[in-house]
């Protein structure tokens, strides 16, 4: 997907396809007063007061048809500049301008007027507004001026622009497939999660199906860490400040917590993080390097105050839960764990078919003294550590500067979702930092203290956001191990008494294999119920008629496809059964 802040000429072409906007406007709502029309991430925008005017849907047709009117006149866009004085005069009559000009220094300010339509703007914008007519409007909504909910309610329209018919029309065919695509639409559907604003925002509720889904993943990765020698722990979702001041929270990432909670003269925060704690428990007896390396795991609450703007379902919420852990080592150890988190990492994206991804290696930024521990000895050598063990692995890789941890860098792994930007999913981090505040120790074998190192890891990133990434990377059709209902069974005919005992009978012989299975035998049509398991996206949809009895065999139809298989009543339990116990995607 285009990102429209980060390519120069769209960026400028956007921004002056948002002038053109503003104009079509003022032609259409002659009261219209305009605030501020960036460019974002994916397009433009602009705010504008239409006094006790609303735009509705049908009045976005209407603009449009203005704007290609404005942009066939192919009047020139020309900049200007005027003293401040002059922009308060020219502006007397608008609050919004008049606020913008009195924010700025004393100086020159620069115009740009198309036609009959002048705006205060830096620019650059494009040489004439017909190179705008390759545009399409979006959607609008309410925003609060300068975003706050004490100020009133402007209306805010999305639009794009490109420089051809053809790139134009390549771009909204892919915004059509990234609706499809959407983990929030498929939820609903679905019937998985939901959240509501009297709970809060930002704090989704997980529903029957979805919960399940989220069961799935959880034992799935537990499964395959206990292989590896981890141990799961549970700990609190709070935990006092002190605690975060310890570990340097407090310091480095205070503004993405929630606020103190004083409670018995102490106070607590909600954790955004669980290292804190596992820390603790670590602390908790003495160590000697043959205990070592110990693996502490958890699926664990985490809580974030992330800006209501960022918000997204399960994708990015303030509550998440973590598929966290953290690996205390010695110094020689480093090499072979993190090659073991690599391969953990590999397996659980071969598991789910992921293949388009990318290693990163996350450096400080050396002159960021607020974001990062200030200790240039432990950086080095935590960078160069880190570094040497992904080149002695053979991993191909980028560095990225500022993208570390606050206590240390990271090998993070980027995966491309089908729609949509880059995202972090697993990470590793190096930690010789928080050791050492918390006052870890091991007796090495020559019988003196040292410090352990810790790796900071995540292989599934959030549950949430995970589950979130899988629902969009397959549409919602989840491979059947993975599936809320994984058969829904649905006999031709409701109110015959043989047909639903044999329904009955089957689903009890799938519940007996632990099959996720639906019995659907409510007075409908069977169309009906065949187009509802369809929007549920059920893998397997056994349609059972009177052959089907009398031959003790199922129909099945498999999610996606048109044709019907009928294949024996046991011969069916015993494929269903192997393809969840192998997990096939």
């Excluded at 935990?239 to 003269?265: C, I, Q, R």
């Excluded at 820390?279 to 992330?306: C, Q, T, V």
């Excluded at 074998?445 to 352990?452: A, M, Y």
């Amino acid at each position: 997907m285009v990102n429209f802040k980060e390519d120069e000429q769209l960026k400028m072409l956007n921004h002056s396809c948002a002038h053109l906007m503003a104009q079509a406007i003022k032609h259409l709502y002659p009261q219209a007063k305009f605030w501020v029309g960036p460019v974002v991430a994916e397009g433009f925008y602009y705010d504008v007061d239409l006094g006790d005017d609303v735009i509705r849907d049908e009045d976005i047709a209407a603009i449009e048809k203005e704007m290609k009117k404005v942009a066939k006149s192919g009047k020139k866009i020309i900049r200007h500049e005027i003293t401040k004085e002059e922009a308060l005069e020219m502006f007397k009559d608008d609050e919004y301008k008049l606020d913008l000009i009195n924010g700025l220094e004393d100086g020159n300010i620069s115009c740009y007027t198309q036609g009959d339509f002048t705006d205060l703007c830096r620019g650059p914008h494009v040489d004439n507004v017909k190179l705008c007519r390759h545009f399409k409007l979006l959607r609008h909504s309410g925003a609060y001026w300068k975003g706050d909910s004490k100020n009133k309610v402007l209306q805010r329209i999305y639009g794009v622009c490109f420089p051809t018919a053809e790139e134009l029309e390549a771009h909204l065919q892919l915004l059509e497939e990234a609706k499809e695509r959407d983990h929030r639409k498929i939820g609903k559907d679905m019937e998985l999660f939901m959240v509501d604003d009297l709970v809060g925002r930002g704090l989704p509720m997980f529903l029957p199906k979805g919960y399940t889904i989220w069961q799935e993943l959880e034992n799935y990765i537990k499964e395959k860490e206990r292989k590896l020698g981890y141990q799961h722990v549970m700990t609190p979702c709070v935990g006092t400040v002190n605690l975060y001041k310890t570990s340097g929270h407090w310091d480095h990432y205070k503004e993405n917590m929630f606020p103190a909670m004083e409670v018995d003269d102490e106070a607590f925060v909600l954790r955004p993080m669980n290292c804190p704690h596992h820390m603790m428990i670590y602390a908790n007896k003495r160590h000697s390097y043959r205990d070592l390396p110990i693996r502490i795991g958890e699926i664990a609450h985490d809580f974030r105050y992330e800006a209501s703007g960022t918000l997204k379902g399960i994708e990015r919420g303030r509550h998440f839960c973590q598929n966290d852990a953290h690996l205390f080592v010695t110094p020689e150890q480093i090499k072979d764990e993190i090659s073991r988190v690599v391969d953990l990492i590999f397996s659980t994206y071969e598991d789910f078919g992921i293949t388009d991804y990318r290693c990163v290696l996350s450096l400080r930024d050396p002159e960021d003294k607020e974001k990062y521990h200030d200790d240039d000895e432990m950086w080095n050598k935590a960078e160069n550590a880190l570094r040497e063990v992904m080149n002695e692995l053979g991993l191909e890789y980028t560095e990225e500067i500022g993208e570390a941890a606050f206590y240390g860098p990271k090998l993070d792994v980027n995966v491309k979702p089908a729609v949509g930007n880059e995202i972090t999913l697993s990470t590793c981090q190096l930690d010789f930092c928080l050791p050492a505040k918390f006052q870890l120790t091991y007796v090495d074998k020559d019988g003196e203290k040292k410090t352990p190192v810790v790796l900071h890891r995540a292989i599934l990133g959030s549950l949430d956001r995970f589950m979130a990434y899988i629902l969009e990377e397959t549409k919602g059709n989840l491979p059947t191990w993975l599936a809320p209902i994984q058969v829904k069974v649905m006999p031709v005919k409701t109110d015959d008494d043989d047909l639903n005992a044999y329904a009955n009978e089957i689903c009890e012989l799938l519940e007996a294999q632990n099959v996720r299975v639906d019995l659907d035998n409510r007075s409908e049509k069977l169309g009906y119920r065949m187009r509802e398991g369809q929007i549920q996206k059920v893998p397997y949809l056994l349609v059972i008629g009177f052959n089907e009895k009398d031959n003790r065999t199922v129909s099945y139809r498999l999610h996606g496809e048109k044709d019907t298989t009928v294949v024996g009543l046991d011969e069916f339990v015993e494929k269903i059964v192997d393809e969840i116990k192998n997990k096939v995607h």
